[in-house]
Every structure is written in C-alpha cells, then in structure tokens.
C-alpha cells in the first residue's frame, strides 16, 4: 500500500522505516515491487558507533581498551557493527537469538569469519590497526588467507579468536554480558534483555533496537551505567519534517535519514537490503552524511535529552563504584 502511494507519487526511493525493515527480512520480500528501497541500516550503523564512540570520550575510555557486546550481532545491523567495531576494539562478544542456540552460533560463528575476512582485507590494502585490537590481533595471526579465499579459511581463524578468547559467540546474554565495557542492541526481540543484572561497572550501553531491549529499571539501579539512544540524526537546518517521532524538531531516525541521504543523491536503487549491510555502504553513508550536514544529534537517553546533571551523577557513581570495588 504505502509503496504503491509511493509510486504514483514518483517517489525515487522509499525507507522501509524500523519496524517494516525487519518483518520483510531487511527488504528481501519487497525488493521485487518496482520500486527502490533501503532498510535504513548502514547509516544506522554509523550512528551507533559515532554515539558511542562521543560517550566513552566523555567517560575518557579508549574504544582500544574496551569488550563490546553486540546483542543481535546475527541481525543485518548487529553484522554491520560487528565488521566496524572489528578494527578498533580489543574484544568482541557476539549475542544472537537464544530461541535456536544451534542455529544462531552458525550464524554467528558465519558472522566472525565474515569480521576476519573484512580485517583481513584490510590489512591487504596496507592498513595498520592499533595495538591490542582486534585489528591487530588477526594481523598477527599466522598464514592469513588472501580475502578472497574461501569461507571455510575465515570460519578457522574466527574458531581461533574465540579459542584465544577475543571473540565470544553466546546466546546467553546472562552469561556473556556482564564481561562487556559497551553494549549494543539490535534485535527483533520484544524482550527487555539488558537489565541492572547483566551490565558491568560502568557500562556504555546503546540501545537501537525498536521497541527497546534496555530495561528502565537500569536507570533507576544502575547510576554507574549510561544507558543512551542510538540512532537519532539532525537532519541540517532542523526542519520541520511535518512528524516527531517524540523528538524535537529536526530530529529523525538515522534510517530515515539515509532515506532522505539517498533522495538528495538521486540514488534510486536498493540500498542496504539484505545482508548488504557492507563496510562499503557503511563507509558510503558517513560520506554522505559529511557531504550533506546530517550528523548524530546531542546524546539522549531513554528519549530524552542527556543533561549535564545525568552525566555528572554518571561520572559520579562510576567513580564511587569503582573506589568501592
Ligand atoms: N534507531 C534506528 O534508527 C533504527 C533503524 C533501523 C532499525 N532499528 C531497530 O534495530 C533493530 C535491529 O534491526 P535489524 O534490521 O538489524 O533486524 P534483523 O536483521 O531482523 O536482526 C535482528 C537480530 O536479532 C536477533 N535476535 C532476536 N532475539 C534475540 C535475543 N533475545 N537475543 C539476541 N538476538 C536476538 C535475531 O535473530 P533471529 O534471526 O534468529 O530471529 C536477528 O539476528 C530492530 O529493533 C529495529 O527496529 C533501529
């Protein structure tokens, strides 16, 4: 229906908006409508990571040091973060779907080889990763594979990381969270997953997921953790975009705002559908977004604006919880 309107309205492109993303399986069951469309997610992608990225240089938390926890890293979002966070971060643990735990350590063990094969490609093209990285941890493994080998080469060094302790697969998010310095969601879950009972001191969470997966509960007992929104663009000049979404005005979603990024380029062809969540689109969209003004908007929480009196009763507890501990 909406595409249709789409359609007769000569609409070029159409953003499949949250929800409609991840019942047509990131846009595999509307791609044969005649008309283009993007999930949204690769510029989602960026979002998170530049929101996090923006919390822990407040909290003065080196990206280098950190263990990052991707619930739903199976999904094409959580796929994405992974391949990103993958250069810069020490540590990886990936959570998937613990309805089918056979199935979802396939796809997740499928998702940290795909991981490998991204560093091992750049690390091809002469990249340099920083030490204590997950970057660097795979430059120095022994007989990398030229990038283009097989799965089956990336499948044994990702068996590798995980035997060395650098990449959890789990889907006991109980279990594996409580290791991790930053969280992300990106599920298709109902559920509230991360509670006060799964987060480390300190924790930087981000939630994407819509509904979200974070328990409010977090931000009454847990002070320590800063629990914050991923995902919300300043669309440049804060227009009125006739909706809010429960934002302030010129705030959209990210994957609206690769909808709009899209439009502004005359790209009318699928954009991130699938698994095609690539680095490549990912890259692409932190281009445009510089291109054409979109940036992350002020950090929010629980959708609302962080304060400055949230973040120094963050800053606060961190510190009093960790001269306790
Ligand atoms: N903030 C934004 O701008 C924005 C933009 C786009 C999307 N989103 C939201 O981001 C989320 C992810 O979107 P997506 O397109 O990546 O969805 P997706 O491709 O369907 O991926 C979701 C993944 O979560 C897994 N999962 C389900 N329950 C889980 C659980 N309890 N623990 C761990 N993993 C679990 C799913 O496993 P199975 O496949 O086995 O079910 C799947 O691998 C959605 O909530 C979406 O609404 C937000």
């Not at 240089?57 to 959580?78: K, W």
């Not at 109980?174 to 109902?190: C, E, F, K, M, Y």
């Not at 977090?218 to 809010?244: F, K, M, N, S, Y």
Request: one cysteine or more; hydrophobic letters at 45%.
């Amino acid at each position: 229906m909406a595409l249709e309107l789409a359609r007769e309205n000569g609409a070029g492109i159409v953003g499949l908006g949250a929800y409609t993303a991840v019942a047509s399986r990131a846009g595999l069951y509307l791609r044969n409508e005649g008309i283009a469309i993007t999930t949204g997610n690769s510029y989602t992608v960026v979002a998170a990571a530049e929101a996090v990225l923006t919390a822990l240089e407040r909290l003065e938390s080196p990206l280098s040091q950190v263990t990052a926890g991707i619930v739903g890293a199976a999904g094409s979002i959580g796929r994405g973060l992974t391949l990103l966070l993958s250069e810069n971060v020490a540590r990886l643990i990936l959570v998937g779907n613990p309805e089918h735990p056979e199935k979802t350590r396939a796809r997740l063990r499928e998702v940290a080889a795909q991981m490998v094969r991204h560093l091992v490609g750049q690390l091809a093209k002469g990249r340099k990763f920083e030490r204590g990285t997950l970057g660097a941890t795979v430059a120095a493994l022994d007989g990398l594979p030229n990038p283009e080998a097989e799965e089956e080469a990336f499948l044994r060094l990702a068996d590798e990381l995980v035997r060395e302790g650098v990449v959890l697969l789990s889907s006991d998010i109980d279990a594996v969270l409580p290791g991790a310095d930053v969280v992300i969601t990106a599920t298709n879950s109902l559920g509230k997953l991360v509670t006060p009972d799964n987060l480390k001191l300190g924790a930087v969470v981000c939630d994407l997921s819509r509904p979200p997966n974070v328990s409010r509960e977090v931000a009454d007992r847990r002070p320590d953790v800063l629990v914050i929104d991923g995902g919300v663009i300043e669309v440049p000049g804060r227009p009125d975009l006739g909706w809010d979404f429960g934002f302030e005005e010129g705030l959209a979603y990210a994957c609206m705002a690769e909808t709009m990024m899209l439009a502004l380029e005359h790209h009318y062809q699928h954009t991130s559908i699938g698994s095609g969540v690539t680095v490549e689109s990912i890259l692409w969209m932190r281009n445009l977004a510089q291109k054409h003004g979109f940036t992350i908007a002020d950090l929010r929480s629980f959708d609302r604006p962080l304060t400055e009196r949230q973040w120094t009763r963050t800053l606060r507890a961190r510190r009093e919880a960790r001269c306790a501990g």
